[in-house]
């Protein structure tokens, strides 16, 4: 079974500044990779994916990613966040495409205006 | 619109009395799981079902049931709730072996067991 680390279980960031969420999962076979985000009191939202091909893949909301398979790594990024960015964030990884879906522990991110 | 849904969305019962939560996707997806977030813990899968009358247990499937008669239900029982199940659910659909596919996520269910 996949294990997905998420290092940072609370970011705190001002508002317009960069910020980097992290996630580490523990194979090196073919995997998808996942961003998922949970505004309060909703439901897990797809923010991106990475199936194959280019390394940097780019999502909703100006957010976008980095595949590093040497590293095992696929960290989230976006150069300038918003108070409504506000939210948990989840990475998430599936061997198999469709099914059996692995996920991190999550991290807070409080964009501090 | 593409959807899960999950009712419902908020319950408070007593230890003991057993209890359903309903998930519903109208996508056609076979695969069909259960997730409970606690807080600092994530989600952690409870069961999961590969097509109908097909399940299986996934992590944590202590205390709980399913069931897969129909491909678009994929009910969670917990026939004697106990304060320790108090969390957030959630439902979750996707295609298997479509690439590319993700996991489709319900509204989530706030479950406390007093």
């Known amino acids: 079974a996949q294990s997905v680390t998420q290092l940072d279980s609370q970011v705190p960031v001002f508002e317009e500044a960069p910020v980097e969420l992290r996630c580490n999962y523990s194979?090196?076979?073919?995997?998808?990779l996942f961003w998922y985000v949970q505004y309060p009191n909703q439901g897990l939202q797809l923010l991106l994916k990475?199936?194959?091909?280019?390394?940097l893949v780019k999502g909703i909301n100006g957010f976008e990613a980095e595949f590093n398979k040497s590293q095992t790594s696929f960290h989230l990024r976006k150069p300038s966040v918003h108070i409504s960015d506000t939210a948990e964030y989840f990475c998430?990884?599936?061997?198999?495409?469709?099914?059996?879906?692995?996920f991190g522990t999550g991290t807070s991110l409080t964009v501090i205006p | 619109e593409a959807q899960v849904t999950q009712n419902p969305r908020y319950l408070i019962t007593v230890t003991g009395k057993k209890l359903t939560v309903t998930c519903s996707q109208n996508?056609?997806?076979?695969?069909m799981s259960w997730y409970r977030q606690d807080p600092g813990l994530g989600l952690r899968q409870i069961y999961y079902?590969?097509?109908?009358?097909?399940?299986d247990k996934g992590d944590v499937p202590e205390g709980y049931k399913v069931s897969r008669k129909e491909k678009r239900n994929f009910p969670l029982i917990l026939e004697s709730p106990s304060p320790n199940q108090t969390s957030l659910y959630f439902c979750?659909?996707?295609?298997?072996?479509?690439?590319?596919?993700?996991?489709?996520f319900g509204q989530g269910t706030r479950l406390t067991v007093v």
């Open positions: 079902s590969m097509n109908v009358e097909v399940t």
């Open positions: 194979s090196s076979v073919s995997v998808y």
């Open positions: 990475y199936l194959s091909g280019s390394t």
């Open positions: 996508m056609n997806h076979e695969y």
């Open positions: 979750a659909s996707s295609f298997p072996g479509a690439v590319g596919t993700e996991a489709f």
């Open positions: 998430a990884v599936s061997e198999f495409p469709g099914n059996q879906f692995y």
